[in-house]
């Protein structure tokens, strides 16, 4: 069965830091592109960032462009997000989500994410 | 403000057939595929119809999708409890050069 684990979450001050974890399981974690997703509270899906499967290509939303990192260890089945310069609007719940095999980013077949995790929640506040 | 608007909410009875719009422009609908997502109350979204109309293994056909121009549509057919949801359309803009979703749909099942 394909389980996607997110863990990290938590509260967090304006300004500081958190790093977000994502372990896989029930699958080739190796060979799938990953991505993270974010919900705010009531609001709607916002997609975050790409990592493809080795890791070479790597993308993100402008919103965090410079501020959050994204990174995964192939051997320990886990996809990473380093969140740093963290603001109130970062608030929200974090998921992982699978990249539908063999299709990457910018795709005919892209967003198409098959899998997700339960999410973490990452509160932003002072 | 999402580049793909979807009405808020919707509604039907069981056994009706409902259907939820996706409208974007020519820079995302009207030259990508549209992918819509089922969210069920407390839990994470899951995959319902990619490229436009393709259901994943397990999902009911009384779930289709289609697409027209600069439009897309989601269709729920046999409406059921279960199916009470939030649904959200996605799919790549060429402006952006970045994936986009709706705003999401909250379907009531009346």
């Known amino acids: 069965e394909v389980q996607l684990v997110e863990s990290g979450g938590g509260l967090v001050q304006p300004g500081g830091s958190l790093r977000l974890s994502c372990t896989a399981s029930?699958?080739?974690?190796?060979?799938?592109?990953m991505n993270w997703v974010r919900q705010a509270p009531g609001k709607g899906l916002e997609w975050l960032a790409y990592?493809?499967?080795?890791?070479?290509?790597?993308h993100f939303a402008d919103s965090v462009k410079g501020r959050f990192t994204v990174s995964r260890d192939n051997v320990k089945t886990s996809l990473y997000l380093q969140m740093n310069s963290l603001r109130d609007e970062d608030t929200a719940l974090y998921y992982c989500?699978?990249?539908?095999?063999?299709w990457g980013y910018g795709s005919v077949t892209y967003p198409v994410f098959d899998s997700w995790g339960q999410g973490t929640l990452v509160t932003v506040s002072s | 403000q999402s580049v793909l608007t979807q009405p808020p909410s919707a509604s039907g009875t069981p056994g009706q057939r409902v259907t939820i719009s996706c409208s974007g422009s020519?820079?995302?609908?009207?030259?990508?595929?549209v992918h819509w997502y089922q969210q069920l109350p407390g839990t994470a979204p899951q995959l319902l119809i990619y490229?436009?109309?393709q259901r994943p293994s397990g999902v009911p056909d009384r779930f289709s999708g289609s697409k027209s121009d600069t439009s897309a549509s989601l269709a729920i057919s046999g409406l059921q409890s279960a199916d009470e949801a939030d649904y959200y359309c996605?799919?790549?803009?060429?402006?952006?050069?970045?994936?986009?979703f709706g705003g999401g749909t909250k379907l009531t099942v009346l």
């Open positions: 996605a799919t790549w803009d060429d402006s952006l050069n970045g994936p986009v």
């Open positions: 990592i493809s499967s080795s890791s070479r290509i790597i």
């Open positions: 020519t820079s995302n609908i009207g030259t990508n595929t």
């Open positions: 029930g699958f080739a974690f190796s060979s799938y592109n």
């Open positions: 490229r436009n109309n």
């Open positions: 989500a699978r990249n539908l095999i063999g």
